[in-house]
């Protein structure tokens, strides 16, 4: 347990925070990886989940594709991007991690949209909206929540994920695991998975906030609708994406 | 010392020079024994860890479904362990296991668990509760109604869980490098360390990839034989 308490030591001590590579540094990182990961995945992923959703098509390429994804380890992504003529760096693990990203996003882009009610567009039509008006005022309210769902997947993988690029001689907070467990300083080690965990987590509580902000409808506090529900478990949805 | 001056000689180094192509056959045939050894622990890994998942989940899952004050928990803490990254659950657990590949099925363990425990549950709940009741009706005790009644009904879900279990153990497996047990992973990792080979970190990537895909075809036929009714309704 000794390992647990240098952890705590090393955690309290302010150099270990502020000098150079240090954990602000790596955390610096760790986001700006994270984010521009995830704004591509969005950039790319959404206007094709609501292109495929709304004609309604291509959506066995949607499940495959997400499995697919499931089963390759990001670990294998991340080496094969540092070893492409992309060069090991923060370039080849964003790259890595929007491939990553895209899965969820759009599965969860293709399956909201398609699941719009039928009846609801065309009576949006039949109010003379055009077809950009019915996407951005009936479809995407009524998709929301899922898409969110999707974003919020892969944004906790693409966080979880940066960790693994410090295996790869990547940036980020999983440098302080990597290197405690080099060193055989195990307080190190633990306390880098304490960040990490605690960044996870920590987006999956900000996204979570965010979805409960941007979903249009009678607004519930989340965490007393996760309450409401309990008793029913969902079954794992086709691209909640693995644990990271 | 020889072979240093006699490079330097030279214009380049001769790793400079050094193919270094994406697949490489002969790579796969001299290393064939490593590679076969690495699989095995791969499989190994991941068959232990979904079969104790699943021992672990089933119970939970009677469990959570019995009292709805433990399915809150329950899906809470599963919900978590889920977030919580993978190379620092190992980090976790390592203090307590050392350099051993228990370290990495703990690990493994506590992912699968947390993914079947949700498919079990979902699985148990979609079960009628009044073939339920009519099976109790019919004088069926617990173990007869879990074995007739619940099973054969929530199998389809089951199998799903265990499908998006084993997928993803086979791929998280990998993360296993960091204790020096990550199955195919070591190949990754060790192409990575030697000077960038291509050739080995392609033969693990793509044997990750082919081994889930085994798998999962695998457990799709499985579940095929064990629901034939499915098979008639189909026809």
Known sequence: MSAFGDAVVYLNDPFNWTRTNGILDLLRQHLAISVVAVLA???LALPLG??????????GAVVVLSNVSRAIPTLALLTLFAVSPIGFGPRATTIALAVFAIPPILTNTYVGFRGVDADVREAARAMGMRRAQVIRRVDLPLALPLVMTGVRTAAVQVVATASLAALVAGGGLGRIVALGFGQQNYGQMIAGAILIAALALLTELALVLLTWAVTPGPRRFPFLQVRARAGTAEPEPTAAGMPL | MSAGSSSAGGVALALDAAPNPWFDPSYVIDNWDTILRYLGEHVRLTVLAVVLGAAIALPLALLARRSRYLA?????LSTVIYTIPSLAMFAFIFPLT??????VLVGLVAYSLV?????FLAGLQGVPADVREAGRAMGY??????WHIDLPLALPTFMAGLRIATVSTVALTTVG?????????QLITGGFNANFYRAEIVTGAVGCVLLALVADVLLAGVERLLTPWARAARA
């Not at chain 2, 490098?177 to 992973?185: Q, T």
Request: cysteine-free.
């Open chain 2, 141 to 146: 005790g617990r173990l007869r109604l879990f």
């Open chain 2, 115 to 119: 993914i079947l425990v949700r498919n």
């Open chain 2, 72 to 76: 809150g928990p329950v899906l809470g």
């Open chain 1, 50 to 59: 609501i292109a495929l959703g709304t004609s309604g098509r291509g959506g």
């Open chain 2, 177 to 185: 490098v960091l204790v020096g047990h990550g199955g195919l992973g």
């Open chain 2, 98 to 103: 050392g350099l051993s590949s228990t370290t």
């Open chain 1, 41 to 43: 995945a969005l950039v």
